[in-house]
């Protein structure tokens, strides 16, 4: 699932300035800088989070990552699971968080996630769901979102809101990465529509 996307820009231009945006659309590339996330695929238990409520690392519902993962709601425990992490970030950047999650156990079951992304504004309130297959297998899916920094640190939280159903079905996350995305691309984007802008007031007065 990913986070929704901008309104699109909706601008005819005349031929003469295709090469114009053809060099914005270029410059346009981006490149990723991984962000380190402390034991993002909970290798080395919850080492890195803060944790509160039913979470733990276990490695026998499943994994993206290594062996172990973040299971919430383990033991037919109430569905109060919380973990956080304080991220350093440059305000202004832009970053993608990216996570797997999933549901084990009884087969039809949904399990949900609330991920948040906090700096000294919420920049990420979402969340995502997994329905369990059954015992044999868990059903993960890749999740990813994008957010710009507000300041120096900024907290991931996930929280599990599966609800009152605890009987028999986890939760799992795993494979928490985050990478900052340096590059003109934001630069490309505002000269487009300075551009269309600027061709459209010009028309306008013709």
């Known amino acids: 699932m990913f986070a929704k996307s901008a309104p699109a820009v909706i601008c005819s231009l005349p031929k003469k300035l295709i090469p114009t945006l053809a060099f914005l659309t270029m ?22 989070w803060t944790a ?14 290594g062996t172990f993962s973040a299971v919430f709601g383990y033991g037919n425990f109430p569905n109060n699971g919380v973990i956080s992490q304080v ?23 949904l399990q949900s996630l609330r991920v948040e992304v906090l700096g000294g504004l919420t920049l990420l309130d979402t969340t995502v769901g997994a329905v369990a297959a059954g015992f044999s297998t868990t059903t993960f899916a890749s999740n ?10 900024t907290t991931l939280r996930f929280s599990d809101l599966s609800g009152a159903v605890t009987n028999n079905v986890d939760g799992i996350l795993d494979n928490v990465t985050v990478a900052e995305v340096s590059g003109p691309g ?21």
């Open 27 to 48: 410059l346009s590339t981006g490149t990723a800088h991984a962000v380190p996330v402390v034991n993002g695929s909970f290798e080395t238990g919850l080492t890195g």
């Open 52 to 65: 509160s409520g039913t979470v733990e690392s276990k490695d026998i519902e499943g994994a993206t990552n």
């Open 87 to 109: 991220l350093a970030t440059v305000a202004g950047k832009g970053y993608t968080l990216n996570f797997d999650y999933g549901a084990f156990g009884q087969s039809g079951v």
């Open 144 to 153: 990813g979102f994008s957010f710009v920094a507000d300041s120096g640190s």
């Open 186 to 206: 934001a630069l490309s984007v505002f000269g487009f529509g300075a551009l269309c802008l600027g061709y459209t007031r010009r028309r306008k007065s013709a």
